[in-house]
């Protein structure tokens, strides 16, 4: 707003009180203000955003025309009753300052309704599963059993394949009885005797059952969390009705369908079977009726899953990703654990072994984050923990707890906030992603209860400015300090693809950012029209950004970034 325009706006507002009449009363002065002169329209109505003000001026931005109105009087009256030329001044720049604020406080407007325009039109495009609806497969007699192909503490997983849908020539899209992966690829991380995703498309997930009892309700109710990432139909209709009582009380909804997140798509209770390798790998927790010392009960839960190539970890442990797809890896992990958070959920156990991985057309990794055997999942989505005693179960991984649940003691009103918990775990493992150790695992590694943050080790040079800020912020100690999933996912994606609306050195102006918004729209929207290349990963990603856009966390990541900018005076770039 130019100084002229400025001055203009002042003599305007004090012509006002001429329009409306000297003999009125302040009251009524301020009233009729703020119903005619202050109104910009209806808008402000249904879009009423924060001014991009400090918070010292909060009385500005909650009360900004009654506090005109007074000020206005108080200098009208001044002026005619022979104030002082400095007091004649005053009222001037206050007429220029309500000039400049409500400047403001309508471009904040216009950009909290581009980003709800923009969310609006992406929150109709949500992500859809592959997954081709059938009637059958809530039976373990449906499936083919191939190698075990996983094995946890809890849990063992095999190959499958469903014997009712075996198509006899392959087809051309993506499905559930065919996964399209990067052979060369699959051939360093999957060893000789699993078996081949095309045969055996599908995983099957068994449960351990010891004392959850042999019931279907007894088993749902005990292994609930295991359901959270199931999708509409994964049980049959009478299973639906059953209560699901968790550990942590009534689950809520379960989570819709996110890239970044496992889809269940059956889920069944049957006997526990002798399947292959289950004598060498786990005979303790078999039946009696399979082995007589086995301590396990007779009946389970079943996931029937997509077939991944790998995990995370072992991908890794072969392969080394580029700077570029390594930034999207950690940004596919925030989308996922915002995606999670957003409906009342903390996984809690986020490590490599617990993130799946497969490869989309351009061999770009596209990360799936899995096992929610130890998640915490409310109905009010608050995400915290009454931490009364030491029984109540905190999470799975010791070492990648965050400090604020690995230093909570209990006692009597004592709360865990799990809100930023899995946002701390995904920076640290991305150490990983970047070739580098955990800080957090070694022997003689960091301990989430003591480390200082000045202790954590430098990531490698090749990593991104914008990413590596992102990742000395999720791993900040005080958790009111750290960035939630959603900013620094957002901080990802400016940092990725807005660098020319970030292009000033000391601000940045909201307007430029919703110009790049709306071309970041088009561009996604043309991409999903062209056919396959809107199921790379990138624009999976760019998709999830639109789709979640408010425009105050948008401010936040970009209040991050400045910060950032202006510690160590390096843009992010990329060559």
């Known amino acids: 707003m130019s100084v ?4 203009s ?84 720049a206050f007429g220029l300052g ?25 929150k109709k495009k949500r992500f859809q599963s592959t997954l081709r609806p059938f009637a059958s497969g809530f039976k373990l007699e449906d499936y083919i059993i191939g190698n075990q192909i996983g094995k946890g503490s809890n849990a063992a997983v095999y190959a499958a394949a469903a014997q009712f849908a075996r198509p ?40 351990w059952n010891f004392g959850a009892g042999s019931s279907s309700e007894a088993i749902l109710k005990s292994m609930s969390q295991e359901l959270v990432p199931c999708g509409p139909l994964a049980l049959k209709q009478e299973k639906e009705q059953i209560t699901l009582d968790g550990h942590f009380g009534v689950l809520p909804k379960r989570v819709s369908a996110h890239p970044n997140v496992i889809r269940v798509y059956r889920a069944f209770t049957a006997d526990v079977p002798l399947l292959p390798g289950a004598w060498e790998e ?14 396990g ?19 890794l442990q072969v392969s080394t990703p580029s700077r570029w797809q390594g930034s999207l890896m950690v940004l596919q992990l925030l989308e ?83 809100s930023k918990t899995d946002a701390w775990a995904v920076g640290a493992i991305s150490y990983e992603i970047f070739g580098q150790h955990n800080p957090f695992y070694r022997a003689m590694g960091l301990q989430s209860t003591t480390y200082q943050e000045k202790q954590l080790p430098p990531l490698p040079a090749c990593v991104p400015a914008g990413v590596q800020l992102v990742i000395s912020l999720l791993l900040r100690r005080n958790p009111n300090k750290r960035p939630s999933a959603r900013i620094a996912a957002n901080m990802l994606h400016l940092s990725l693809w807005g660098r020319r609306a970030l292009a000033s050195q000391d601000s940045v102006s909201m307007r430029k950012l919703a110009d790049w918004l709306l071309c970041q729209s088009a561009v996604v929207l043309l991409q999903g029209c062209s056919g396959p290349s809107g199921n790379r990963v990138e624009a999976e990603l760019q998709r999830s950004f639109l789709s979640n856009l408010e425009l105050e966390d948008l401010r936040a990541a970009v209040g991050f970034l400045l910060y950032g900018r202006d510690q160590s005076r390096v843009f992010m770039t990329f060559a």
């Not at 002229?4 to 001055?7: L, Q, S, V």
């Not at 108080?74 to 002082?84: K, P």
């Not at 786990?282 to 301590?295: I, K, M, S």
């Not at 389970?300 to 899953?305: A, H, K």
């Open 4 to 7: 002229k325009h400025a001055i």
């Open 9 to 92: 706006r002042g003599l305007e507002l004090g012509r006002s009180f001429l329009q409306i009449g000297l003999l009125k009363s302040g009251g009524r002065v301020a009233a009729k203000l703020r119903a005619d002169r202050f109104r910009v329209g209806q808008s402000v109505r249904t879009v009423q955003p924060q001014a991009f003000l400090p918070s010292r001026y909060r009385y500005y931005r909650t009360s900004l025309t009654g506090l005109a109105a007074q000020l206005q009087s108080a200098g009208f009256r001044r002026r005619w009753t022979g104030g002082s030329p400095r007091n004649r001044a005053v009222f001037l």
């Open 98 to 122: 309500v000039g400049l604020i409500e400047q403001q406080l309508e471009e904040d407007r216009r950009s909290a309704a581009t980003c709800q325009e923009i969310q609006a039109v992406f």
């Open 168 to 207: 006899k020539e392959p087809e051309r899209d993506s499905s559930l009885l065919e996964l399209r992966v990067n052979e060369e690829d699959l051939q360093t991380v999957r060893s000789p005797a699993c078996c081949s995703l095309k045969s055996f498309p599908l995983a099957i997930k068994m449960l």
């Open 282 to 295: 786990y005979p303790d927790v078999l039946p009696a009726r399979l082995n007589p010392t086995g301590l």
């Open 297 to 315: 009960d007779n009946r389970t839960l079943f996931l029937v899953m997509k077939n991944y190539p790998c995990t995370l970890r072992q991908y």
């Open 336 to 418: 996922g654990v915002d995606h999670l958070c957003r409906q009342g959920v903390a996984h809690r156990d986020l490590k490599s072994d617990n993130i799946l991985l497969e490869f989309d057309s351009d061999g770009c990794p596209r990360l799936v984050i899995t096992d929610f055997g130890c998640c915490l999942a409310q109905i009010d989505s608050s995400l915290q923990l009454p931490f009364n005693s030491m029984w109540v179960c905190r999470g799975g991984n010791a070492s990648l707890m965050a400090p604020e649940v690995a230093t909570a003691a209990p006692g009597p009103g004592v709360v865990i906030d799990y």
